[in-house]
């Protein structure tokens, strides 16, 4: 049976936003607010009006053409499936949700050989044959039927096994609600019932002249030798026949496509589509921009999908993930043409997925790739992974949605699917980069810093009365260092929207501008500044340790020094645990190689987070060369994670000279971490979970 991935769950559930307790995940798409006026308190100036201006459009772009970019390694180099003649999916629900988008996908080549990719309790979420079946004609999570009416069990850990005692069988359904639960579908039309363990099916009462059957992750849904449509609901009533209902379809039943929640789609002989929703007080609407569909799909929040006869996929419904277009709306109720999809002749969804199947027997996907359902996006880089060579990177920013390139010149760099660097279009001349809310914000060399939406498409200026040296992001703050070696803190504000399945933040602006209180002499002595989850800190030439303290909820008063360490080079935050009052570790390390680590947390346990604490821990790690939140290279040229069960030991493969980790983890649902390093040769490395591996919107063909 289909289980969760690994969650992290906290106890701490006071501590959960209003939203969180929705499923609501936040998502960062920020749209900047014009003149926001902010009211500055700036050393002995007094308060100060500061507002957000446009960006200069006259910033000249910086010159990159002595930089040449050598070709990246592809991560998608393994052939493509082919010679498939039918998909389908698993069925995956879980009622906690908090982000959690699985999925299970299926191919079949004719001579019934199973590609499985997608969840699977032993992480192998790449496509690979199921081992020892052939002649599949259906596979669901636990059991394969094939073209003889036998049916097998499937197990990760052992060789499949034929059930005995059943034969002829037409339809096999698994619930995913009921453990080792199998339905059963005869060539004489009736249902049986295998519980795992049992010694016989069981005969299922009431259910006879079936035709075909489909199932949600609770329900039946059965057409019967005259067209009939039975629904027999197991979300609140059980699977009891007592219940069994007729739905009221306007004709003879062809084909029905049915989700996890039991949404369905039906289509008539005739060809009329007509659409089923038990949360809308269980009516049967009809939907005529679906008649003549030659395959239908339903997935996601209420996504629905039909492949028409001239090769198109269309839909409408809610946009979740964006799986309808990345810019439209929530909730549309004409289809719209899913681009990059032609000649098809099947479509399927998962739980937050699609795959497609094409004439020539390709298979295309694009949705949620959390359990690796998409087949073409590597989900974890488990080992030293190098992508290719990008030279003169001075920073690395891994805060946003993917990881970007700060080089020598100023320019910025990512790289977008085809794993190919690019520079990003906007920011020039950038001194440092960073972010806030998930929006990126950068300081360029004329001391301004400057907000961006969040694909760099606009900008505005923070326009303050003093230029600025340094600079980083906090949750809600950023911490700005003048030229004069003043230390300010910006708090903004934002809304949300929910857009595609999910809440988005927008119009981030600032509020108002404190002045954080430093000794003038320790002021001109700090080297670096770094943020956490609960507050800020900076590290001196002499390796003092300073944190910014915070009383009560009151703003950021002074920085204060941590007792016990000293000669201090670098510090390596780790942000988690969002939306708690948990500890959010720092580790500092010093020249010897030594690791210590500060525990920070807030005194308050309700909704006012209360003053700072600070503890430094007694325990210290050695000879340690290197540290970026939890990941650890040793002296000695070992890579590994502290304290932490994903990435074993092993050895680095080249010398590192920049190191940049995230951190995306949340009070319960699955997150994510990995670490991007920059060898002393230009080669980028990827070790942890793929920054790109969460999904892809774009359809794309399914690689073995």
Request: charge should be negative.
């Amino acid at each position: 049976m289909v289980r969760r991935e690994k969650w992290v769950t906290l106890l701490s559930y006071t501590a959960v936003l209003s939203l969180l307790t929705t499923g609501v995940v936040v998502a960062a798409s920020p749209a900047m607010a014009g003149a926001t006026k902010l009211e500055a308190s700036v050393g002995t100036a007094g308060n100060t009006e500061v507002k957000l201006q446009a960006c200069s459009q006259g910033d000249a772009k910086a010159d990159v053409s002595d930089i040449t970019a050598k070709t990246w390694k592809s991560l998608e180099n393994k052939p493509v499936l082919e010679a498939i003649t039918a998909i389908a999916t698993g069925v995956i629900f879980d009622g906690a949700g908090f982000g959690w988008r699985p999925g299970i996908s299926y191919a079949f080549t004719e001579d019934g050989q199973v590609w499985k990719w997608g969840f699977q309790s032993d992480n192998k979420y790449e496509p690979h044959k199921l081992a020892g079946i052939k002649d599949a004609k259906q596979v669901m999570t636990d059991y394969v039927l094939t073209n003889a009416g036998e049916v097998w069990q499937i197990d990760e850990k052992k060789a499949p096994e034929k059930l005995a005692g059943l034969d002829k069988i037409k339809n096999i359904q698994q619930l995913d609600h009921e453990d080792g639960v199998l339905f059963l579908l005869k060539e004489d039309g009736t249902v049986l019932k295998w519980e795992e363990g049992a010694k016989a099916a069981e005969k299922v009462t009431k259910l006879s002249n079936i035709r075909d059957m489909y199932s949600s992750a609770f329900s039946l849904f059965l057409v019967d030798d005259q067209g009939k449509l039975l629904y027999l609901d197991g979300k609140s009533r059980g699977l009891n026949t007592e219940n069994l209902q007729v739905l009221d379809i306007p004709g003879k039943v062809k084909q029905v496509a049915v989700d996890y929640t039991d949404r369905a789609l039906i289509q008539t002989e005739k060809g009329e589509v007509y659409s089923y929703n038990t949360k809308e007080n269980e009516k049967v609407v009809r939907a005529a921009h679906a008649d003549g569909a030659t395959r239908m799909a339903v997935g996601g929040e209420g996504l629905y999908l039909v492949a028409k006869a001239d090769g198109t996929v269309w839909g409408w419904g809610h946009n979740t993930l964006g799986m309808l277009g990345a810019n439209l709306e929530n909730e549309l109720e004409e289809p719209v043409k899913i681009a990059g999809l032609s000649d098809i002749i099947d479509v399927k969804a998962g739980t937050d997925h699609v795959i497609a199947l094409d004439k020539k027997g390709n298979v295309y996907s694009f949705g949620s790739n959390m359990t690796g359902q998409l087949g073409r996006i590597p989900v974890t880089f488990d080992k030293w992974t190098e992508l290719g060579e990008l030279r003169d990177v001075k920073q690395v920013v891994t805060e946003l949605d993917r990881p970007y390139f700060v080089r020598k010149d100023g320019s910025v760099w990512s790289f977008g699917a085809d794993r190919v660097p690019y520079e990003v279009k906007g920011p020039t001349k950038v001194k440092t980069m960073d972010s806030i809310k998930d929006s990126p914000v950068t300081l360029n060399e004329n001391g301004q810093i400057q907000l961006w939406t969040s694909k760099f498409s606009s900008c505005e200026t923070l326009a303050l009365p003093s230029r600025i040296k340094d600079f980083v992001g906090g949750e809600a703050h950023l911490l700005l260092r003048t030229e004069d070696d003043q230390f300010l803190t910006v708090e903004f504000r934002h809304d949300l929207a929910e857009r595609g399945g999910v809440y988005v933040i927008t119009n981030l602006r600032p509020q108002k501008v404190e002045t954080l209180q430093i000794d003038s002499k320790l002021a001109a002595d700090v080297t670096k500044l770094y943020a956490n989850l609960y507050t800020f800190f900076a590290v001196t030439k002499n390796g003092q340790v300073l944190y910014a303290e915070r009383k009560s909820d009151d703003p950021f008063t002074s920085f204060v020094q941590v007792a016990g360490l000293e000669g201090i080079r670098e510090l390596a935050p780790e942000y988690f645990v969002r939306y708690t009052k948990d500890i959010a570790s720092v580790w500092a390390i010093n020249d010897a190689g030594k690791v210590q680590e500060i525990q920070v947390y807030p005194e308050g346990k309700g909704n006012d987070a209360g003053a700072i604490k600070v503890k430094l821990e007694p325990k210290t790690e050695e000879d340690i060369a290197m540290i970026s939140g939890r990941l650890r290279i040793t002296k000695d040229g070992q890579i590994f994670e502290h304290e932490w069960e994903p990435l074993q030991k092993q050895k680095v493969a080249a010398p590192v000279r920049l190191i940049s980790s995230s951190y995306d983890y949340a009070i319960e649902g699955p997150g994510s971490h990995y670490h991007v390093l920059v060898t002393e040769d230009d080669k980028i490395v990827f070790i942890g979970d793929n920054p790109y591996g969460k999904g892809e919107l774009q359809p794309d063909m399914v690689r073995q």
